[in-house]
């Protein structure tokens, strides 16, 4: 398929990006392609598709788009973001040390502890808020440096031009998980980043249907080890799952817009509340990085992190109350979710860990779908009334 230019706006591309009508019915929008295996006109002569797990007609069309709204050259996807994660972390050899921002997706830290140490890479995680922090980490044996920016589920932010700076001093590639943020808001790429990776189960996709992760770059040298790696480890995403993540990418910007919109006023509005200890997300002046939030991200997210008082009982009581707020694990859909990460996403971080990070039994993190801005508060309303009964 021929692509769409490359120097159109992120609007445009997430729908034209990679994709243009099927050559052979002008069908508009891309087919879905389940071969596992392709006609060859003789021995390795082929039409550029051998076997689906190494390349396949839909997944090529959706890593291009991928690629194109991170303004990157390769994109490559995966069964899902842990799979993108592991793969890309199998470029590494046992001696290799890795330095990763102190507040994770609590599945990233397991596969950093629990899979790739003992295979003997190690991990040193540092709060990367402060930029300088990351030369002091930094060994000879160093070969990666990992951090999320909005951090999950601190909503921490690191100046993503400040590490790669200092990364690009020291020859180490810097990869930055865009999850929370999504080029809509952020491109890592153009801040000097190495590689961006995400769970598209979330923004990407954005309807809470599909489990998919993927890796953008615009380095040669590592797009050929991360195919290598795509093919030979084969954690690959299915042609239809590929074909519902090019569908939902075609309203990301215009789901973003609306994200943001509401997580906005809802930040505001749970900040005033009596009932709430402390709200925390980038778009609020109290936050303590706000400058940066406005410096390197074109809009604040749609994630909120917030305190409820009155502990352990009052955010059982507040998740067990909402109604239009689904009480679930995962983020990025077009329905709210809330949760509690010391129970639920950041379970596999150590208690201590936790304490010290601030993921108290009464912290919570919500994911502001687009719903109507004002029963999204009326349900948060009602929870915080019986959160406030149950203390
Ligand atoms: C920031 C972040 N990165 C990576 C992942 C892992 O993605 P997946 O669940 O698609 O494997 C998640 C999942 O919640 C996440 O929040």
New binding site residues.
């Given amino acids: 398929m021929k692509s769409a230019q490359p120097n159109l706006h992120l609007d445009t591309l997430a729908i034209h990006g990679g994709q243009s009508p099927d050559p052979v019915s002008g069908a508009v929008m891309t087919p879905i392609v389940l071969a596992s295996t392709f006609a060859q006109d003789g021995p390795g002569v082929h039409k550029g598709y051998e076997y689906s797990r190494t390349d396949n007609p839909t997944r090529r069309t959706l890593e291009h788009c991928l690629a194109s709204i991170e303004g990157g050259r390769h994109g490559l996807a995966f069964a899902?973001?842990?799979?993108a994660?592991t793969t890309l972390l199998h470029v590494l050899r046992p001696g290799d040390h890795v330095i990763a921002g102190d507040d994770l997706?609590g599945?990233?830290f397991r596969i950093l502890d629990k899979v790739m140490k003992p295979m003997g890479i190690v991990t040193t995680q540092v709060d990367l808020t402060l930029a300088s922090r990351l030369e002091a980490a930094i060994r000879p044996e160093t070969k990666l440096v990992w951090i999320?920016t909005p951090t999950?589920p601190m909503l921490k932010l690191i100046d993503i031009a400040a590490i790669a700076r200092i990364c690009k001093g020291k020859s180490i590639p810097l990869v930055v998980?865009n999850?929370?943020a999504t080029p809509c808001l952020q491109r890592p790429l153009a801040m000097g980043a190495t590689l961006v990776v995400h769970?598209?189960?979330?923004y990407l996709n954005g309807h809470s249907d599909v489990?998919?992760?993927c890796i953008v770059t615009s380095d040669d040298e590592w797009n050929t080890k991360l195919r290598f790696l795509q093919n030979a480890m084969g954690a690959i995403p299915s042609p239809f799952d590929c074909y519902m993540v090019l569908r939902g990418l075609k309203t990301l910007p215009v789901r973003m817009e609306r994200h943001v919109k509401s997580a906005g006023s809802i930040a505001a509005w749970l900040e005033a509340h009596p009932q709430v200890e402390k709200v925390i997300y980038p778009g609020l002046a109290s936050h303590p990085q706000h400058a940066l939030a406005k410096e390197q991200m074109k809009g604040p997210g749609g994630m909120i992190s917030f305190v409820v008082r009155g502990g352990a009982p009052a955010a059982k009581a507040l998740l067990e109350t909402v109604a239009i707020f689904a009480c679930a694990e995962?983020?990025g859909g077009v329905e709210s979710l809330i949760e509690l990460p010391a129970v639920m996403?950041h379970g596999a971080i150590p208690a201590a860990q936790r304490a010290e990070l601030g993921i108290t039994d009464g912290f919570i993190r919500i994911s502001v779908g687009l719903e109507d801005e004002g029963d999204l508060r009326a349900d948060l309303a009602n929870a915080l009334e019986a959160a406030k009964l149950a203390r």
């Fill in positions: 899902s973001g842990c799979a994660m997706y599945g990233s999320e999950n998980d999850t929370f769970s598209m189960t979330k489990v998919g992760g995962s983020l996403t």
